[in-house]
């Protein structure tokens, strides 16, 4: 081999070494960020892209990437798949049946929950309970119907929550309470075999529609402890990985005993600090750690301009808060302290989640207007690009692309790799 020809090959490796999957729904860091640069700020719907790929539907759920390989949950005429397509070129490596009775509830469908990967195996979760496990070439591993083993799901919009994988163990939250009687509970799962390492009741003395939570869980450490973080009917948990038994309770989340309190915007985590929306006001930031009633101890700082949808994203100094009008509110993550906020942007409604990269927030609308601007402390808009579809779902980022779902496709922007 020539010289040269190893040098670049060497420089390909190194790059892809260090270029970021997109394993879940929240990114590599769990926090809505990513350490990919060089990232597209300008595209539309013929501009910049590499290359699309027909939806059948809308969808929440975020695509998940992994090397060469995207795997999205689908919707398609009253029946649920898992697909997965070569991220080179889009095409449609493998379509797997995950269940049928999709149906809507409000805006979403039942192939909102995302999938997660370990870059060997892919999980994923239906809104209809299904669970499955597939390798990357599409075999089953294994399958299982936890509404079929505990009962039906009792969420007044239907379930959303994405599984939490760590460690080869998936986590499973079932938050509910607006439509069942069945007591709310958290699964460890062992990601190899389906079975349960464990699973826990989270009782809850919310009531009405405040039980019901369309988070996904979250890992937090406070030095080398572990705790998983759920949040939901009106407190937030932190549990121990290894038994499931809860380590510490803190509420302040539904002081007025709201009965429509629900909680959508999932807790995001630096550090030893956990950011836990609630709906609108208050998002509260804990400090992990304790023991019992932690809410007075553990509390740090509230802020009352949270989200309602959009989970925050988080880089080492700023918290990033969009509502669901679009106003963003930026704050100092250690101390609550408003850097900037009221900014307006695209006027509509937004339901994805900003993700962080290059320096960069990306957010999208449902109009399918695409937000970038600047991370810090002053606002600078970079560009607002226009796709003219109805979106869901949050981007994900990878090897210098951005992949962006909508109604009507999935894109791949930026060059072909």
């Not at 505990?150 to 599984?163: D, E, I, R």
């Not at 038994?245 to 630096?270: C, H, M, T, Y």
């Not at 100092?332 to 960069?360: C, F, M, N």
Request: glycine letters at 12%; charged letters at 20%.
């Amino acid at each position: 081999m020539g010289l040269t020809r190893w040098i670049i090959l060497l420089a390909v490796s190194v790059g892809a070494l260090f270029a970021d999957n997109w394993p879940q729904w929240r990114g590599p860091r769990f926090d809505g960020s990513s350490a990919e640069k060089g990232l597209p700020v300008k595209w539309g719907p013929s501009e910049n892209i590499a290359w699309k790929v027909a939806m059948p539907s809308r969808s929440g759920a975020t695509p998940i990437i992994w090397g060469d390989h995207i795997f999205l949950n689908v919707a398609a005429e009253g029946k649920l798949h898992l697909w997965a397509l070569d991220r080179r070129d889009g095409a449609i490596r493998w379509q797997r049946h995950l269940g049928d009775g999709d149906h809507m509830m409000r805006k979403q469908n039942m192939s909102s929950p995302s999938p997660v990967t370990d870059g060997k195996f892919v999980w994923v979760m239906t809104g209809t309970g299904i669970l499955k496990c597939f390798d990357f070439a599409g075999k089953e591993i294994w399958a299982r119907d936890i509404e079929k083993e505990y009962g039906k799901f009792g969420l007044n919009w239907g379930y959303a929550s994405s599984p939490l994988l760590d460690e080869g163990s998936l986590y499973v939250q079932v938050i509910h309470g607006m439509k069942t009687k069945e007591p709310s509970y958290v699964l460890k799962i062992e990601g190899a075999t389906g079975k349960n390492i464990w699973r826990v009741e989270r009782p809850t003395a919310a009531i009405m529609e405040s039980p019901d939570s369309y988070t996904t869980p979250v890992l937090a450490k406070v030095g080398a402890r572990k705790e998983l973080i759920i949040a939901g009917g009106d407190v937030l948990t932190g549990h121990d990985p290894a038994t499931g038994k809860e380590l510490w309770r803190g509420g302040g989340f539904n002081p007025d005993n709201n009965p429509f309190q629900r909680i959508i915007a999932s807790p995001v985590v630096a550090g030893d600090q956990i950011y836990a929306p609630t709906r609108v006001r208050p998002l509260i930031a804990y400090r992990a750690g304790g023991q019992g009633d932690v809410t007075g101890s553990h509390q740090l700082w509230q802020f009352t301009n949270g989200p309602d949808v959009p989970t925050p994203a988080v880089d080492g100094d700023y918290l990033y808060v969009v509502n669901d009008r679009g106003v963003l509110y930026v704050v100092d993550r250690k101390t609550g302290k408003e850097i900037y906020g009221g900014q307006r942007l695209r006027t509509g409604t937004y339901s994805a989640s900003p993700v962080i990269a290059d320096g960069k927030v990306f957010i999208t609308n449902e109009d399918g207007v695409a937000v970038v601007f600047k991370t810090g402390p002053k606002f600078e808009l970079v560009s607002e690009n226009e796709m003219q579809e109805y979106t869901l779902s949050s981007v994900a980022v990878s090897q210098g692309q951005i992949f962006l779902r909508t109604t009507g496709h999935l894109y791949c922007i930026g060059k072909k790799p």
